[in-house]
């Protein structure tokens, strides 16, 4: 088996190692399932409440994907006007720094008092905690434009927005596609969260639900299941960021 067969496996491999220790070490040590249950007790709980969990986990993905929309749209918009202009980059930066530094869950109590229990303080906490490296990550890309190239092009004719939209949002392309596989993780953090404090449905209420009857098992599966949603959007966006920025990534093929 060459290198390379090993990488796309080495996951697998990875994930298989991890449920092995984790069983053996529950079994050896005797730890009761109302404490920490095994991977065989938390399939079997993923397996009798399939369609509970099923259904919160919807609830929980269409406001995470909700949120993280306004997210990008939100990231985008903000990081081209803060990295378009030096002034704006100075001034607003600590203000955002500021704001980003302030945990997210401290907003859910102002949420549910204005917009009530359900799934808008959900969408709006996978919103605030996911547009900030979408935004750092764009103005960055267009703040740290070389100012040889745009002295060149600006002899050539290019106006200040001209070299923004045809060389700064371009270069910006692999600094916003990294973070939107950091913003997308986020995200499912900021509704779970949101979901253990102010809703009656999701992921976040059925573990919340379920360890306040010392179902560990059922909490494990809600874990397991929030973690695969996040995987596979994470995964998403790497291959399109291959697809997408693949001229930024010529000379590491051979990593």
């Not at 399939?50 to 939100?74: K, N, Y």
């Not at 449905?201 to 059922?218: H, K, T």
Request: glycine share 8%.
């Amino acid at each position: 088996m060459n290198n390379r067969m090993l990488e796309r496996f080495a996951p697998w491999i990875a994930v298989a190692a991890l449920v092995v220790i984790w069983e053996f070490t529950v079994w050896i040590l005797a730890v009761p399932e109302f404490i920490f249950p095994g991977p065989w007790a938390t399939a079997q709980a993923l397996y009798n409440f399939a369609g509970p969990i099923g259904v919160h986990s919807w609830q929980t993905f269409w406001t995470t994907m909700v949120g993280f929309g306004l997210g990008v749209a939100t990231g985008l918009v903000l990081g081209f006007i803060v990295g378009s202009s030096r002034f704006m980059y100075h001034a607003c930066y600590p203000l955002l720094v500021g704001f980003n530094a302030i945990p997210k869950v401290a907003f859910v109590p102002i949420l549910v008092v204005w917009f009530g229990i359900g799934s808008v303080p959900a969408i709006l906490t996978a919103f605030l905690i996911c547009f900030f490296p979408i935004l750092v990550n764009v103005a960055t890309g267009l703040a740290t434009l070389e100012p040889e190239m745009e002295d060149v092009l600006r002899v050539l004719g290019a106006k200040r927005m001209d070299v923004l939209l045809k060389v700064g949002l371009p270069r910006s392309l692999p600094y916003f596609f990294a973070s939107l596989k950091v913003a997308i993780t986020l995200a499912f953090v900021g509704a779970v969260v949101s979901e253990t404090v102010a809703s009656n449905q999701g992921i976040g209420y059925l573990m919340m639900s379920a360890g306040s009857q010392m179902r560990m098992p059922l909490v494990f599966a809600g874990l397991i299941v929030i973690s695969v949603m996040a995987m596979i959007m994470y995964e998403f966006f790497a291959q399109l960021e291959k697809r997408m920025t693949g001229w930024a990534h010529r000379g590491q093929s051979s990593l």
